[in-house]
């Protein structure tokens, strides 16, 4: 079944930027809108962004608004999240998941989101 893998973290300074991919396998991304989250030690698991199958809905956390971008390229089967002007605070392990059910709609409900990989970590720090 689908399976995604997460890549491109790693250790930035504050004010850096990352490039985050999402790689599918499995089948095609056309029909699955995708999230991206984060977990912090300590923190609640918060999600950062999502984007519908097509591209053409898109939504971010306050926390994020501004300085990421999500964006999605189904011929490569890939989403990325372009992280500029990045805070410590943004230190986590990225996720990402896609709706199961295949709505294709970032409103779907979060618990038919799934297929996460292993994250990949971004730090923060001076």
């Known amino acids: 079944q689908l399976q995604l893998v997460e890549s491109g973290g790693g250790l930035v300074q504050p004010g850096g930027s990352l490039r985050l991919s999402c790689a599918a396998s499995g089948f095609t991304l056309d029909y699955y809108a995708i999230v991206w989250f984060r977990q912090a030690p300590g923190k609640e698991r918060e999600e950062v962004s999502c984007?519908?199958?097509?591209?053409?809905?898109?939504n971010y956390a306050d926390s994020v608004k501004g300085r990421f971008t999500i964006s999605r390229d189904n011929a490569k089967k890939t989403v990325y999240l372009q992280m500029n002007s990045l805070k410590p605070e943004d230190t986590a392990v990225y996720y990402c998941a896609a709706d199961l059910l295949g709505s294709g709609s970032c409103s779907t409900a979060r618990t038919h989101f799934g297929s996460w990989g292993q994250g990949t970590q971004v730090t923060v720090s001076s």
């Open positions: 984007i519908s199958s097509t591209g053409g809905s898109t």
